[in-house]
C-alpha cells in the first residue's frame, strides 16, 4: 500500500517568512503532484513534477522532486496572506492510474 | 477551467435510501474519478474509470457502486447511504499519461 505522508500538517507563519512543506511516500514513483485547496472550495492544480530532480516555480512557491528520497518539498518564500490554503501533495504510483493524497498541510499567513 | 461539473452540489438523505451523483465533463478526457474528502483524512479514492464501461476500485469502494455509459458522465451510486457516508464527493478528470487531475466543484451528502 503507497503511504503518502506530509509534514507539517497545520501550519501558522508570519508574512515575510519563509518555510517549508515536506511530502514523502513509500514506492517506487516519478511522478508527483501539488494541489492547493482553499475552505469549502475544489483543488487547484499548482506543480507537476515528473522526474528526478524536477523543480518548478510559481511566484513565491517551489517544488521539487527527489525520487531517490521518496521526497518532494513545497517551498513558501515570503510567505502572504493570499497564500493561506491547505496544501496537498499526491503520488502516482509507476505501476498505476490513480493519485494517493497527503492529508494536507493547512497553512495559515498571518501579520 | 476545466470543464466538470456535479450534480447535485448539495443533498441531504436518508440512512438506508439510494443516493447517484453525477460527474459531467466537456473535455472529452479518457479517466474519470470519484474521491471522498474527509477532515483527518486528505482525499481518498472510491472508484475511478478509464474508459467507457471500464471502472476499477479504489481505496474505499465498499458500499459505492459507478457506471459509465457516455465518456463525459461518471455516475456513483450509494446503493443504501449510511452515516459514514457523510462527505464531501469530488469527481476529477485527466486525459492520461502524466497530466494532472483536474477536480470538479464538490457535492456535500450528509446521509441522517
Known amino acids: 500500500e503507497l503511504k503518502v505522508e506530509q509534514n507539517p500538517l497545520f501550519l501558522s507563519m508570519q508574512e515575510g517568512k519563509n518555510y517549508t512543506i515536506y511530502c514523502n511516500y513509500s514506492?517506487?514513483?516519478?511522478?508527483l503532484y501539488w494541489y492547493r485547496q482553499d475552505p469549502g472550495k475544489s483543488l487547484e492544480s499548482l506543480f507537476v513534477?515528473?522526474?528526478?530532480?524536477a523543480v518548478k516555480q510559481e511566484g513565491r512557491l517551489m517544488a521539487s522532486l527527489d525520487t531517490k528520497a521518496r521526497l518532494s518539498t513545497l517551498h513558501i518564500t515570503a510567505a502572504v496572506h493570499d497564500l493561506s490554503a491547505t496544501y496537498f501533495c499526491?503520488?502516482?504510483?509507476?505501476?498505476?492510474?490513480?493519485?494517493?493524497f497527503g492529508k494536507g498541510t493547512s497553512l495559515l499567513v498571518t501579520p | 477551467d476545466a470543464g466538470i461539473t456535479q450534480s447535485p452540489r448539495h443533498k441531504v438523505t436518508e440512512t438506508g435510501t439510494p443516493v447517484t451523483l453525477r460527474c459531467h465533463q466537456t473535455?472529452?478526457?479518457?479517466?474519470m474519478y470519484w474521491y471522498r474528502q474527509d477532515p483527518g483524512h486528505g482525499l481518498r479514492l472510491i472508484h475511478y474509470?478509464?474508459?467507457?464501461?471500464?471502472?476499477d476500485k479504489g481505496e474505499v469502494s465498499d458500499g459505492y457502486s459507478v457506471s459509465r455509459s457516455k465518456t463525459e458522465d461518471f455516475l456513483l451510486t450509494l446503493e443504501s447511504a449510511t452515516s459514514s457516508q457523510t462527505s464531501v464527493y469530488f469527481c476529477?478528470?485527466?486525459?492520461?499519461?502524466?497530466?494532472?487531475?483536474?477536480f470538479g466543484p464538490g457535492t456535500r451528502l450528509l446521509v441522517l
Open positions: 476529477a478528470i485527466s486525459s492520461g499519461g502524466w497530466e494532472t487531475q483536474y
Open positions: 514506492t517506487t514513483s516519478d511522478r
Open positions: 513534477l515528473l522526474s528526478n530532480g
Open positions: 499526491a503520488v502516482e504510483p509507476n505501476s498505476g492510474y490513480a493519485l494517493n
Open positions: 473535455e472529452n478526457h479518457r479517466y
Open positions: 474509470s478509464y474508459g467507457v464501461k471500464d471502472t
